[in-house]
């Protein structure tokens, strides 16, 4: 049997629990629950443990262990012992679990347990470990492994915290004593189940005597009553949270609670002045604002707000008082002109009363105010006034120039009463048809009327005073010119009258009707008829319908456009006017081909055509004609737009002809293929790469190296002929820089191998060579030429 033992408060326990029953149980362990001995599940059954049961002392499976421990040496925490251990050193202690080695160690002889580093409860509270005795040399397990906890112990090593503070908190002010205002709250982190550790008092340290703290809630209150917000509005309270309940030796911890007080209406407004007086121009328009009073209010927002009103004036209708929302100022405008020559002054009460009243401060009333205000009307030199603003004229159209239309008449307001002048805005006047006498006022025509151009005339009439000309009174003078018969009545429209050759007689084939420019009072009456020259005819009459139209008919039928294609009727027409005007209007009737419902089909005079081709094959020849002018205009563009390109391909030949020949030709004669005039001399050598016209930077057709290239005269005929032209050839054709149209190719020589060397005339002719070229005339009739010309002494005269 192996026993555990413990120090301090572990082995206090474990006397109280002796006095329980003792319970056998396996070596490691006990359960308080059975008394059965716990073996391993894995182990064998013991012949002996079967046959007889060990008696074991009691097991205590809990080790405590303070936390915070600040000793210099590891902290003794417990000791196991075995029954089976001899103290011979063959039983050794195993410890493992949570923190084993790491934290807690074991002596494997004597089995004593201590911790290594400093514990914190509030990090883990407990560990638990598997202790195990074992045979010291086969490391057999001689014990049943048990499990045991090491509990940490609390201290008092963390001090109250309030986690939602600071605070902030609003208290309506006036309000009774004991008033909630918030409840604080802070938490200990150490264990509350055991010691006063975790229990937290509250106190107030600042904030007495407005305010206090219940100290196990940590409810806030008001300690005094009706406190004024207007006196003070805001209080910072210290509360202090102590744990040990509140003993000596307890950790604590403060907060902040701001606690503002919130406004109610226990005020009422009030005016700073029994009397107010403003002074205001007779000029002032309505509408505009007179003055602005405002009563004062200690209370702020919706508890501040007022309306305002008149109370009494003696200018009822004058004046009327609004409330400025945002500045809660009476603000007076100004509803009627004012007139100082009829008053020049008003007085008026005014009261103030607040909108939103507090039925529970009544006794602080009453919540209104008021207060007398008097405006002064200062004169200003006005302006000259109309009698009548608007006044409204009528003339007749017909009235001659200078007639008298009416009379406008204007007064200075002012007490002065200076003379006035008349004047016409020619603005409302520009083509200028009327005049205004300036000292009497009377409009009279300045030109002839027209209705039909203009019925109304909007004049601006001024009335300027003669002392003061910068004061302008307008009026209006509405003049309406009146209608005379002056305008003959025509068609109401432009009229298209269509007569289908199979017109019957008597059927209307036109409806007309008339207008008028004037505008009789009675309204228009026309009156139709066809004119004097026509009212016989056999073709057409007109019949009078008495509702202003009138309809034209026709007299017989058979009408062909073949024959006459249109007729022209004259018809006239007369108003009912004093006196009456008529005007003869021309009605044009054209003759159509119509259909059986009257439709017309073709109007005008038939048209004869020739017979030939119809007008669809026609219009097929002509598309064809002007589309091959359109290809051909295609391909002329083309071809003028077409370039040349810059580099040509090898295969191509720049020349215009190519003449392949096995012989030296026939000297000067031979012009067929080259100009022999431009030939050189062949012992020249030049370098190939260069032009004549450009300069290429192209290789020759055979690479050699730069520093050996050989002389032409070195090569076999035919090499020197087809290397030469082949290299000309690519100079031209991969020379980027060469104009895009054929050049002038110089060839210097005429080849090797010849007798006579080089036949040039340019050669002959550069040097001063003695030569005798006599023979040439033996060499038969291919030198013939050149034997004329070289082979006597007069030859070089041939080039003189």
């Known amino acids: 049997m192996m026993g555990w033992y413990c120090s301090g408060i572990c082995r206090a326990l474990a006397l109280l629990m002796l006095l329980f029953p003792l319970r056998e149980r396996g070596c490691w362990g006990l359960n308080p629950s059975s008394g059965d001995l716990e073996k391993s599940p894995n182990s064998d059954p013991d012949p002996w443990e079967v046959l007889q049961r060990h008696k074991?002392?009691?097991?205590?499976?809990?080790?405590?262990?303070?936390?915070?421990?600040?000793?210099?040496?590891?902290?003794?925490?417990?000791?196991?012992?075995?029954?089976?251990?001899?103290?011979?050193?063959?039983?050794?202690?195993?410890?493992?679990?949570?923190?084993?080695?790491?934290?807690?160690?074991?002596?494997?002889?004597?089995?004593?347990?201590?911790?290594?580093?400093?514990?914190?409860?509030?990090?883990?509270?407990?560990?638990?470990?598997?202790?195990?005795?074992?045979?010291?040399?086969?490391?057999?397990?001689?014990?049943?492994?048990?499990?045991?906890?090491?509990?940490?112990?609390?201290?008092?090593?963390?001090?109250?915290?309030?986690?939602?503070?600071?605070?902030?908190?609003?208290?309506?002010?006036?309000?009774?004593?004991?008033?909630?205002?918030?409840?604080?709250?802070?938490?200990?982190?150490?264990?509350?189940?055991?010691?006063?550790?975790?229990?937290?008092?509250?106190?107030?340290?600042?904030?007495?005597?407005?305010?206090?703290?219940?100290?196990?809630?940590?409810?806030?209150?008001?300690?005094?009553?009706?406190?004024?917000?207007?006196?003070?509005?805001?209080?910072?309270?210290?509360?202090?949270?102590?744990?040990?309940?509140?003993?000596?030796?307890?950790?604590?911890?403060?907060?902040?609670?701001?606690?503002?007080?919130?406004?109610?209406?226990?005020?009422?407004?009030?005016?700073?002045?029994?009397?107010?007086?403003?002074?205001?121009?007779?000029?002032?328009?309505?509408?505009?604002?007179?003055?602005?009073?405002?009563?004062?209010?200690?209370?702020?927002?919706?508890?501040?707000?007022?309306?305002y009103r008149i109370m009494d004036s003696d200018g009822p209708g004058m004046f009327n008082i609004t409330t400025d929302e945002d500045t809660q100022d009476g603000v007076i405008i100004l509803l009627k002109p004012l007139d100082f020559e009829t008053k020049s002054g008003f007085s008026l009460r005014i009261e103030a009363t607040n909108r939103n009243i507090d039925s529970n401060f009544l006794s602080l009333g009453p919540f209104s105010d008021t207060t007398s205000v008097k405006v002064t009307v200062e004169d200003v030199n006005e302006p000259p006034v109309f009698s009548t603003p608007l006044s409204r004229m009528f003339v007749s159209e017909d009235a001659k120039v200078g007639s008298?239309?009416?009379?406008?008449?204007?007064?200075?307001?002012?007490?002065?009463?200076?003379?006035?002048?008349?004047?016409?805005?020619?603005?409302?006047?520009?083509?200028?048809?009327?005049?205004?006498?300036?000292?009497?006022?009377?409009?009279?025509?300045?030109?002839?009327?027209?209705?039909?151009?203009?019925?109304?005339?909007?004049?601006?009439?001024?009335?300027?005073?003669?002392?003061?000309?910068?004061?302008?009174?307008?009026?209006?003078?509405?003049?309406?010119?009146?209608?005379?018969?002056?305008?003959?009545?025509?068609?109401?429209?432009?009229?298209?009258?269509?007569?289908?050759?199979?017109?019957?007689?008597?059927?209307?084939?036109?409806?007309?009707?008339?207008?008028?420019?004037?505008?009789?009072?009675?309204?228009?009456?026309?009156?139709?008829?066809?004119?004097?020259?026509?009212?016989?005819?056999?073709?057409?009459?007109?019949?009078?319908?008495?509702?202003?139209?009138?309809?034209?008919?026709?007299?017989?039928?058979?009408?062909?456009?073949?024959?006459?294609?249109?007729?022209?009727?004259p018809v006239l027409i007369v108003d009912s006017g004093s006196p009456a005007l008529s005007s003869t209007n021309t009605l044009s009737v054209r003759v159509c081909d119509c259909d059986s419902d009257g439709v017309a089909l073709s109007c005008g005079a038939v048209a004869y055509t020739a017979t030939g081709l119809s007008t669809g094959a026609l219009l097929a020849i002509l598309g064809c004609i002007i589309t091959l002018l359109v290809m051909v205009l295609l391909i002329v563009t083309m071809r003028r737009r077409r370039k040349e390109p810059l580099i040509l391909e090898e295969e191509r030949d720049i020349r215009e002809n190519i003449v392949r020949y096995d012989d030296e030709g026939g000297g000067e004669e031979d012009t067929e293929a080259f100009d022999m005039v431009t030939l050189r001399n062949l012992n020249v050598i030049r370098d190939p790469n260069v032009r004549r016209d450009v300069t290429p930077d192209t290789p020759t057709f055979f690479h050699y190296p730069s520093t050996t290239r050989p002389s032409y005269k070195s090569l076999p005929d035919n090499v020197v002929f087809r290397e030469f032209i082949w290299e000309r050839l690519k100079d031209a054709d991969v020379d980027p820089s060469a104009p895009p149209y054929d050049s002038l190719q110089t060839y210097a020589f005429e080849g090797s191998g010849s007798v006579a060397e080089s036949l040039s005339s340019l050669e002959s002719l550069s040097t001063d060579s003695d030569q005798n070229y006599d023979y040439l005339s033996n060499w038969g009739p291919r030198f013939k030429k050149l034997a004329d010309l070289y082979g006597n002494s007069d030859g070089t005269s041939v080039f003189s």
């Open 56 to 307: 074991r002392s009691w097991v205590w499976n809990q080790f405590f262990v303070l936390e915070e421990y600040t000793g210099n040496e590891p902290l003794y925490v417990g000791k196991l012992h075995s029954d089976v251990d001899k103290g011979d050193g063959k039983v050794k202690y195993v410890l493992s679990g949570e923190g084993a080695t790491s934290i807690f160690t074991i002596d494997e002889n004597t089995g004593d347990i201590h911790a290594t580093k400093r514990l914190d409860r509030e990090a883990q509270a407990y560990y638990t470990l598997q202790a195990q005795a074992v045979d010291r040399l086969t490391n057999l397990p001689v014990e049943p492994r048990s499990e045991f906890v090491v509990k940490v112990q609390d201290i008092n090593d963390n001090e109250p915290k309030f986690l939602d503070g600071p605070y902030l908190a609003g208290v309506p002010e006036m309000s009774p004593l004991g008033t909630m205002v918030v409840q604080v709250a802070a938490t200990d982190a150490d264990d509350p189940t055991y010691g006063n550790s975790a229990r937290v008092v509250y106190s107030i340290i600042h904030g007495q005597p407005y305010f206090s703290v219940e100290p196990k809630t940590g409810v806030i209150r008001t300690a005094l009553p009706n406190m004024d917000r207007e006196t003070r509005d805001q209080y910072v309270l210290v509360i202090q949270a102590k744990d040990m309940v509140g003993q000596m030796g307890g950790l604590s911890g403060t907060t902040s609670v701001t606690v503002t007080l919130t406004d109610v209406n226990d005020n009422p407004p009030r005016f700073t002045h029994r009397n107010y007086q403003y002074t205001v121009l007779e000029s002032l328009p309505v509408q505009s604002v007179v003055a602005r009073i405002k009563a004062a209010d200690a209370d702020t927002g919706s508890n501040a707000e007022m309306d």
């Open 404 to 569: 008298s239309i009416g009379r406008v008449s204007a007064h200075d307001p002012d007490t002065t009463n200076n003379a006035i002048r008349y004047s016409i805005d020619r603005n409302t006047d520009l083509e200028r048809f009327f005049n205004v006498d300036a000292l009497s006022g009377v409009i009279s025509t300045a030109k002839a009327l027209d209705r039909e151009a203009n019925s109304v005339h909007n004049l601006t009439i001024f009335a300027i005073e003669t002392q003061d000309p910068t004061q302008i009174g307008k009026g209006i003078s509405l003049i309406t010119v009146q209608d005379i018969n002056d305008n003959a009545p025509v068609f109401a429209i432009d009229y298209e009258t269509v007569l289908c050759e199979n017109a019957m007689p008597g059927q209307v084939i036109q409806t007309i009707s008339a207008v008028d420019k004037d505008e009789p009072l009675n309204g228009h009456r026309f009156y139709f008829a066809l004119a004097a020259p026509v009212a016989g005819n056999l073709n057409f009459t007109l019949r009078d319908n008495k509702d202003n139209t009138a309809s034209i008919l026709t007299k017989r039928g058979g009408f062909r456009r073949r024959e006459q294609p249109v007729y022209r009727l």
